[in-house]
């Protein structure tokens, strides 16, 4: 392909594409870059493997360091292990894409975006996005795209396109909206708690822009002379179907329709049934028939077409009755059950909350600020993670075996997800200056895992005694769309989630929403139904946490014995090398006598915490001794350190010293020095001033006895 270039001017900021310059052997690839900020997406096409029953589709977002000018540090001086963010990327740009691609579709697909210049002002996740539906239909996939992402930011009551780092700091809202020409068919943000309706205008405001990056790619194509494949997909052998059709149908309804079944007990009634039909085939049919030959030759199409027709008849039975299959009316939540203090004191925080099958344990640990979270991000400007959110999804919580693995995509962005539905709500640094790390663990899955962790969390937390300004809670949202058909579905369980529309995850307070994320499996959603879903969404979010608060309604008043205690204090910046000491001997030291954690900011915040507070108070004291400045007439009581001939040196607080000249040790004439004090004695002294080079003065002259009482009752021990 030719060398071709395009500027598209978009809401004051230009996007500017690049075509046939790099990647030449990639199926199709382009450089995308806004301001300084330049990312190559390439998107590859092989054959498909033998016996593959899904779209084979790879996303990986990769960040270089010398894209910001860096070197990476460690012995190898290369990047390692993908921070998270470039996990959670790698996600945004995978979920639009996967229901644009049709679903018999079985080549393996790969996306590659990688992040080659970055500059502080314009973040690269959505150019990846918008990148990677231009690199597919150049590399001429069937694709029922094109596909664009834009970031919605609100700065005072204004909402922005693509806004800066800056900006998407300081704002109430960080919204990525991704559409197809056919509507929505992603959406991922955070809030701080904003209405309903504030959420549903900045996804229309950001899906008005999406539909201008797809009206530039369009315009690309025809530039090109490419235009959208269409491949036909694979035929079925509609006697097999109807075989299925007629021997499995009105038995499926009937399992649909025992509503007192749960998950496991429908599951195997259904296993039961796809299980019996190649039995039926072996006695119906003779040898030599074709469809007796396909079922029981290839189990995969019998389970292709087996979840087909259930999936028919359960969005039938939907559409037509209004009622899913645990009997639930279409807006209705499952059971809840919620329970705190599960666990020992020593763990900080515990509750579990259940939702139907659903069952969800999470745990908070309470710690110090030196336990924040170090962001292995060196692209991005965020430093530190004070609440930290993880997630853990293992097999026992479906029913199944398999080896437990490091956390994958999904657990990393269900934790994100949590954890951005929570982090409105904590309160500030100042107010309660503890790192906070919650655990969610799935005992048990069938649907909304996430929403159940952030429920999970609230409650911990409260548990826990950690000052939450409100209480969070969450519900996830499902859809069935037959064409004009629609019917959207409150708490959403597994099978609806499996065999529905949508996954539409929606966090907040009672005052607003902090978090969501909707996810598509049809080419995309309008605007009134997405609307629609929020809406839905308030009541149910609002019956959970009323659930939630009949446990506890709010934070402990006070925390776990087990956890650490903290006290706050402030010295001058000039004064942190003396608490550090050489090497940080001093500060090891403090540590060792009081047996208290000390981290220190370079604005002079000291944090001192410790189990037992008594220690914190200690360490505190010595800290503050240490750094005050001595004044002059006042009384301390020091040690002899060392001793010349015309006075003795004398540690009146940790690491100041004084001297204390011969003609002041005594009333009258001293003769030697060592007649009055030797090395190790406790002395009473007075400040008499500082001379012209900064050196403190002291006396033992001039002290009234109850200055000298005073000064010994101060006397730390």
């Known amino acids: 392909m030719l060398d071709y270039d395009k500027s598209i001017s978009f809401d004051g900021r230009d996007i500017r594409l690049k075509i046939g310059l790099l990647a030449p ?393 949590a954890e951005r539905a929570i982090v409105p709500v904590l309160p500030p640094q100042e107010q309660f200056p503890y790192v906070v790390r919650v655990v969610s663990e799935v005992l048990s899955s069938n649907g909304s895992t996430s929403m159940g962790s952030v429920c999970g969390s609230t409650l911990a937390l409260m548990d826990a005694g950690v000052p939450i300004t409100k209480p969070v809670s969450g519900a996830a949202m499902g859809l069935i769309k037959e064409g004009d058909e629609v019917r959207i579905l409150t708490d959403i369980q597994g099978i609806e989630d499996f065999l529905g529309d949508m996954d539409f995850k929606v966090a907040g307070t009672d005052s607003g929403i902090t978090a969501l994320q909707m996810d598509m499996k049809i080419t995309g959603l309008s605007m009134d139904i997405v609307a629609q879903a929020i809406d839905q969404a308030k009541s149910a979010r609002i019956h959970i946490l009323d659930k939630m608060l009949e446990t506890i309604d709010q934070p402990r008043p006070s925390l776990s014995p087990f956890a650490p205690r903290l006290l706050r204090m402030k010295i001058d910046p000039e004064t942190i090398g003396l608490v550090i000491g050489p090497g940080g001997k001093t500060i090891k030291g403090i540590t060792d006598q009081t047996g208290a954690k000390i981290d220190i900011d370079d604005d002079g915040t000291v944090t001192i915490s410790a189990i037992q507070a008594e220690k914190a108070e200690k360490a505190k004291k010595l800290i503050y001794n240490m750094t005050r400045k001595l004044n002059e007439g006042e009384v301390y009581v020091g040690r002899v350190t060392r001793i010349i001939d015309i006075g003795a040196f004398v540690e009146v607080l940790p690491g100041k010293e004084g001297m204390i000249h011969i003609s002041q040790l005594a009333e009258g004439r001293v003769g030697k020095v060592e007649d009055e004090v030797a090395v190790g004695d406790e002395v009473v002294v007075k400040v008499r001033g500082f001379d012209g080079k900064g050196r403190l003065n002291l006396t033992r002259l001039g002290i009234h006895p109850e200055e000298a009482a005073a000064a010994r009752d101060a006397v730390f021990q």
């Open 25 to 417: 052997q990639a199926g199709g690839s382009v450089l995308i870059e806004s301001g300084d900020t330049a990312v190559l997406v390439t998107a590859t096409r092989t054959a498909a493997r033998e016996g593959i029953d899904f779209v084979p589709l790879i996303v990986d977002y990769e960040e270089r360091l010398y894209a910001a000018g860096r070197i990476p540090g460690g012995f190898l001086r290369r990047e390692g292990r993908p921070p998270e963010k470039a996990t959670l990327t790698s996600r945004l740009i995978d979920r639009p894409l996967r229901p644009l691609f049709p679903n018999w579709f079985r080549d393996d697909i790969q996306i590659v975006a990688t992040t080659l210049s970055m500059d502080e002002e314009v973040p690269p996740d959505v150019l990846a996005v918008t990148g990677s539906s231009i690199a597919v239909l150049l590399a001429s996939i069937p694709f029922y795209g094109p596909m664009a992402a834009v970031r919605v930011g609100l700065v005072g009551d204004d909402f922005i396109i693509n806004p800066t780092f800056k900006e998407i700091e300081g704002g109430d809202l960080d919204l990525v909206v991704a559409g197809s020409p056919d509507g929505v068919v992603m959406v991922e943000a955070g809030a701080n708690q904003l209405l309903e309706q504030d959420i549903i205008e900045a996804i229309d405001f950001g899906y008005e822009a999406v539909l201008e990056l797809i009206k530039a790619q369009k315009e690309l194509l025809e530039d090109l002379n490419l235009s959208l494949i269409e491949e036909e997909a694979p035929e079925i052998n509609e006697n097999i179907q109807q075989f299925i059709q007629d021997n499995c149908a009105e038995k499926i309804k009937n399992v649909l329709s025992q509503y007192e079944l749960d998950k496991n007990g429908r599951d195997l009634a259904l296993d039961a049934i796809q299980e019996n039909l190649v039995d039926t085939s072996i006695a119906q049919l003779s040898e030599e028939d074709s469809i007796k030959i396909a079922l029981t030759e290839d189990s995969k199409l019998v389970s292709i077409l087996f979840k087909n027709l259930t999936k028919k008849l359960m969005r039938l039975q939907i559409l037509e009755e209004g009622i899913r299959v645990d009997g639930r009316k279409l807006d209705q939540v499952r059971p809840i059950k919620c329970h705190i203090g599960l666990l020992p004191a020593r763990v900080h925080g515990s509750a579990i909350f259940a939702r139907g099958l659903t069952q969800v344990l999470s745990i908070a640990t309470l710690g110090t600020p030196g336990d924040a979270q170090e962001l292995a991000d060196d692209l991005h400007p965020d430093e530190q993670k004070r609440y930290i959110h993880h997630y853990n999804f293992p097999p026992y919580s479906v029913g199944e075996t398999k080896p437990l693995r490091s956390p994958g995509r999904r657990e990393i962005g269900h934790g994100a997800l």
